[in-house]
Structures are given as C-alpha cells and as structure tokens.
C-alpha cells in the first residue's frame, strides 16, 4: 500500500484529473454502502468545487493506493482563522478492504499532518443510520446528552483504539414536505407570537445592506450553540466570508435560502436558518439555525423555520425532504423539530483527541 497526496485538478475530464474522480467514484460507493440510498453522493463538479475555496479553510486529501487503484482517503481540514488549533480529519476505505490496517495508516498519515500544521486538537466522525442501530447491546455515550453510540460498531471501536474520545453526538432528522395542514395552523400561530420582529429572505445572495450584520450572526454559531463536550476553535465571519461561501456553494449547484428575523425597534438582526437547495433530486439540507442569547425565548426558531419552508416551496417544489443536524444536548431546537414533524434519521458521532 501506498499513501499520497492528492491535489485538486484545475479541470475535469483531463488526464490528470483522472485519480480524483476515481476518488469520488470510491467514496461514493462507501456512501452507498452505508446509507443505502443517494442522498449524499455526489458529482466530481460538486467535490471539486468544494475544494476551490481555500482562503478560509485549507483542505488536503491524502489517498491510499493498493495494486494501482485507489482504496482509501483521508481529507485534513484546516480553519485558517487566528490562533485555530484544530483540524478534522475524515477517513474512509473502502468495505472490501477495511480491518487490513488501511484505515490506522491514513489515520496517522493525518495526523502527522495536523502535527505538522501545529494543531493540537484532531477530530474525526462516525455516522450511523438509525436503520443500522441495533435495539440494545452496550452503548458509548458523550459528556452531555442522552443518545449514545454502539459499542460493537466498527467505527466506534476504531476511533477508541486510536486514543479519540467521544465528545458529542450530533442528531440528524429528516422532514417530509409539504407540511400537513393542521401542522402548519399550529405552527403559524406559534410564529405569530414573534412580536418586533419581521423576516427577511434571500435565495443565493444576501442583500449588500445586510451582509454585514449577518456575518456577525454567523459569526455566533461557535459561541452560542452546545459544545460542552468538544473543542471549537473561533470563526471571524466578515461580508467577503459570506461571500467566498455563495461563491462555493452556488458552484456546487447548492445555493442558500437563507431567512433572517430581524428585530424592528433595533435593526439587529436576531436569528436565521440556512437551507442548501440542489436543482435536482428530492432532497434538501438545512445548514446552520441560531437564535442570538439576547433574543431567545420569543419562538423565533420556529419563526424563521416555518417562513424559510415556505420560500423552500417557492422556489424549489421539487424539494420533498429536508435533512436538520442539531447537538444532542440542543434539547430546545430538537423541541422545536418536532414540533415541526422531524423523524431521526441518523446519529453522528464527532471524536477528539489532543496530540502530544
């Protein structure tokens, strides 16, 4: 086995872009494998524009190479802000091939790269189904929250053999569209309660008169959600963050519909939900949902959910499921999930360890 760093192409469909869009192919197998469905499979346009933006984060993918042909990857993600100290690490090998010690060498391939760096703080992921969760067995848990993981799952006893300890426990729900008509009733009259506060929504670009203020809501989402069990490193969000973002996302085929509360007697803006639109296929993902500490307590999560759904039917009919992800110990905003008919869907797992 060989391990190598694997540039991004400028281009596809050259010659040498030809080992990363073998990559994708691979990667989307594992996806399937472990979902059983499309849902986050992509194209190399997609992958590849997700690379493209490196001022703000720099991603470096090494590949494991057996007989020729590509089995394995770990992508290191680097936050470039001042004084960041972490980086996440994703790994994947391929099924077939997995239990062969593929996975501890890209492993440590990355985290020499994270040492190199000069961070202290490796994260890595497990994601489970809630189809693949077995009824009992011995069970994992974070410091906080009530979910845990199994045990016996491959990926759990790799991430314990390798010194990471399981900080937080990420639940993902999924939506079904349109919402019922009683749902909506009870939805809308507890939006109504929102008073001194009106909603603004954009598709793709926020407007020039408010991108400064949303970047510095944005800027929040490290300080103000759940993180007791895992440690974030600070986000200086600036307009041309938000832009650099529009940018990587419209270039994915993904651009964001983005609806903010605003609070009328202030001008400050509140609260905002985030959600990623493809053109095509069935199903949408809601990115980041805030509710400044200031203004909590006002039903402004359900507010800007309810109203950013309604633009989602607008301007993408075709949308007929909505995937959330929120902390385990977010008890307020899983509330307010329900509320609006979420079911589980899965349960990610986010590992750390502090390098020596």
Do not use: C
């Not at 239990?99 to 990355?110: E, F, P, T, Y």
């Not at 609260?271 to 095509?280: G, H, M, Q, R």
């Amino acid at each position: 086995m060989e391990i190598r760093r694997l540039p991004p192409p400028e281009r596809l469909g050259t010659p040498e872009s030809a080992a990363f869009e073998e990559l994708i192919g691979v990667l989307n197998g594992i996806v399937f494998h472990l979902w059983g469905d499309d849902d986050f499979v992509e194209t190399t346009e997609e992958a590849l524009a997700a690379l493209r933006e490196q001022e703000y984060h720099e991603k470096i993918i090494l590949v494991a190479v057996v007989e020729g042909a590509i089995v394995g990857r770990v992508e290191a993600d680097f936050p470039l802000d001042e004084e960041a100290e972490t980086v996440s690490l994703l790994v994947d090998v391929v099924p077939a091939l997995r239990s062969r010690g593929i996975g501890s060498a890209l492993l440590a391939a990355g985290e020499e790269l994270a040492a190199e760096g000069g961070r202290t703080v490796v994260s890595t992921y497990t994601e489970h189904p809630v189809h693949a969760l077995p009824e009992e067995g011995s069970w994992v848990h974070a410091p906080v929250g009530s979910a845990g993981l199994p045990a016996d799952d491959p990926g759990v006893r790799f991430a314990l053999r390798h010194g990471y300890r399981l900080g937080q426990i990420e639940r993902s729900s999924e939506l079904v569209l349109p919402l019922p008509p009683v749902r909506e009733v009870a939805l809308s009259s507890t939006a109504a309660t929102a008073h001194g506060y009106r909603v603004v929504s954009w598709f793709g670009t926020a407007p020039a008169d408010l991108v400064e203020a949303f970047a510095a809501l944005k800027e929040r989402m490290v300080v103000d959600v759940p993180q007791s069990g895992i440690a974030l490193d600070r986000e200086a969000w600036t307009a041309d963050r938000v832009r650099a973002q529009e940018r990587e996302l419209a270039a994915r085929g993904e651009p964001l519909l983005v609806t903010v509360a605003q609070h009328e007697p202030t001008g400050d803006l509140a609260a905002y939900t985030e959600i990623a639109v493809p053109s095509d296929g069935e199903k949408a993902e809601q990115y980041d949902t805030l509710v400044a500490l200031a203004h909590r307590g006002h039903r402004l999560g359900t507010l800007v959910k309810l109203h950013n759904i309604h633009e989602l039917a607008e301007h993408a009919p075709h949308i007929r499921r909505l995937l959330t992800w929120n902390a385990d110990e977010n008890t307020p905003m899983i509330a307010i999930n329900r509320a609006f008919g979420f079911r589980p869907h899965a349960l990610t797992g986010t590992w750390q360890k502090t390098l020596e």
